[in-house]
């Protein structure tokens, strides 16, 4: 396996080549065209120099995907639209305070305003990690998708922004104090905005995150209920807005994490079985991820013997 092109390309415009975003990566195939079949095969080799410095791997976004399609002549697929006012409805619906409710509600709350307002695709959102977006005058900005920030909106309990802030307190506690520990942090933290669902999370003063930078944002969670070490899978999001999108299109039937809460269900946020799926989802993502390194190292293996063999040839 050989990244030299890409080290070399980088070095002529004075980037590093670890930590490249998908920017970077789409500029140095759109600079170094080729074939579609070696554009992925690049592709693939940054991702495990990244992967294997233990850095996001940045080839993963939908816009070089759709760079190799569209250059192999394939249809590019558009960019999923959704209706603001049932994503808007839905975010009013999922509840956002009291253990262990607010687990699943804050985090799945954040997920849906990011894909579905905020234009992120599933594999950015698995990938952001903490300080990477910041919030200034009631917004969030820097975010790596077609929209340049998700914005304030009048009513609290839809409002995007709130949604991410919530989050975001939710996990640097988590990660400050243990999850376990988050139990009394939303006692208090009902006391101090669960009365007043008019009043605006994201006006209120963010913790800093810096000592836990680069800490996966969104988690998985156990057959528990308690939040996993792992980033959040792509088909974990899936489930996520389909669950929280379908729950707003019955405004009679109890939103996600809102059914009764008793036993395995109460544990789950109200929603039993639903975590232990996306537990086991987040188990065969990463077993797909080994596979994918062993064949990578299989075709390695069989590179190495056919060069051998046609060196034998030569004597």
């Given at each position: 396996?050989?990244?030299?092109?890409?080290?070399?390309?980088?070095?002529?415009?004075?980037?590093?080549?670890?930590?490249?975003?998908?920017?970077?990566?789409?500029?140095?195939?759109?600079?170094?065209?080729?074939?579609?079949?070696?554009?992925?095969?690049?592709?693939?080799?940054?991702?495990?120099?990244?992967?294997?410095?233990?850095?996001?791997?940045?080839?993963?976004?939908?816009?070089?995907?759709?760079?190799?399609?569209?250059?192999?002549?394939?249809?590019?697929?558009?960019?999923?639209?959704?209706?603001?006012?049932?994503?808007?409805?839905?975010?009013?619906?999922?509840?956002?305070?009291a253990w262990?409710?607010?687990?699943?509600?804050?985090?799945?709350?954040?997920?849906?305003?990011?894909?579905?307002?905020?234009?992120?695709?599933?594999?950015?959102?698995?990938?952001?990690?903490?300080?990477?977006?910041?919030?200034?005058?009631?917004?969030?900005?820097?975010?790596?998708?077609?929209?340049?920030?998700?914005?304030?909106?009048?009513?609290?309990?839809?409002?995007?922004?709130?949604?991410?802030?919530?989050?975001?307190?939710?996990?640097?506690?988590?990660?400050?104090?243990?999850?376990?520990?988050?139990?009394?942090?939303?006692?208090?933290?009902?006391?101090?905005?669960?009365?007043?669902?008019?009043?605006?999370?994201?006006?209120?003063?963010?913790?800093?995150?810096?000592?836990?930078?680069?800490?996966?944002?969104?988690?998985?969670?156990?057959?528990?209920?308690?939040?996993?070490?792992?980033?959040?899978?792509?088909?974990?999001?899936?489930?996520?807005?389909?669950?929280?999108?379908?729950?707003?299109?019955?405004?009679?039937?109890?939103?996600?994490?809102?059914?009764?809460?008793?036993?395995?269900?109460?544990?789950?946020?109200?929603?039993?079985?639903?975590?232990?799926y996306e537990?086991?989802?987040?188990?065969?993502?990463?077993?797909?991820?080994?596979?994918?390194?062993v064949d990578?190292?299989?075709?390695?293996?069989?590179?190495?013997?056919?060069?051998?063999?046609?060196?034998?040839?030569?004597?």
């Amino acid at each position: 396996m050989s990244t030299s092109l890409y080290v070399d390309w980088c070095a002529s415009w004075d980037i590093e080549p670890l930590g490249a975003d998908a920017h970077t990566v789409l500029r140095f195939l759109r600079e170094c065209p080729a074939a579609p079949a070696t554009l992925a095969r690049r592709v693939r080799e940054i991702n495990v120099m990244h992967e294997r410095a233990g850095l996001p791997a940045p080839g993963h976004d939908e816009a070089i995907r759709g760079h190799i399609r569209a250059m192999a002549g394939q249809p590019v697929q558009p960019a999923t639209r959704f209706d603001t006012t049932r994503v808007m409805t839905a975010l009013a619906q999922i509840p956002v305070h009291a253990w262990p409710r607010a687990l699943a509600g804050r985090r799945d709350a954040a997920v849906l305003a990011l894909v579905c307002l905020g234009g992120l695709t599933r594999r950015q959102v698995c990938d952001l990690a903490l300080g990477l977006l910041r919030v200034d005058e009631s917004a969030v900005r820097g975010l790596p998708g077609p929209v340049a920030s998700l914005e304030r909106t009048d009513v609290a309990a839809a409002c995007p922004v709130c949604a991410y802030t919530r989050w975001l307190r939710l996990a640097r506690c988590g990660h400050a104090t243990g999850w376990r520990g988050t139990r009394e942090w939303l006692a208090g933290e009902f006391d101090t905005m669960g009365h007043h669902p008019e009043r605006h999370d994201c006006e209120r003063p963010l913790p800093t995150t810096a000592p836990y930078a680069g800490r996966p944002l969104f988690t998985g969670f156990d057959q528990h209920g308690w939040p996993l070490r792992q980033p959040l899978s792509t088909r974990s999001v899936t489930t996520i807005i389909a669950t929280r999108l379908r729950a707003a299109d019955d405004a009679d039937a109890p939103g996600a994490g809102e059914m009764p809460a008793s036993g395995t269900a109460e544990r789950h946020g109200g929603q039993p079985g639903r975590e232990l799926y996306e537990a086991m989802e987040s188990l065969l993502d990463e077993f797909e991820e080994r596979l994918s390194e062993v064949d990578r190292d299989l075709q390695d293996a069989l590179g190495e013997l056919d060069r051998s063999t046609r060196e034998l040839r030569q004597r």
